[in-house]
């Protein structure tokens, strides 16, 4: 009885590892899938909006109203030291 039971619980051991495996691989592919598709519809919405900036570069109005489109500018991250800190010197 003691070895059908074990049995069992490495049928379900086996069963659940290779169900998330596939799980796994069905995330990454869905994900990967998602990420093109993205892509694309990010780089048609800033085609549109270089049209729309184009098409009207002469009248401030829409320029203003498409201001709120820009990205921001990140500033790049640098390692600040803490000036508390003491520094040791050799």
Known sequence: ????T???ANQRA?????LDLE???QLA????AFLRSQAVRYARYMQTLEVLRAAHRN???VQKAL???KREAKK???LATDPTEDTVVP
């Open 59 to 61: 009248d401030p109005e």
């Open 14 to 18: 086996e069963r659940q590892a290779k």
């Open 29 to 32: 592919s869905a994900s990967e």
């Open 67 to 69: 201001e709120q489109f």
């Open 1 to 4: 009885m003691q070895e059908l």
């Open 76 to 78: 790049p991250s640098t």
């Open 23 to 25: 799980l796994e691989r």
């Open 6 to 8: 074990t049995d069992l």
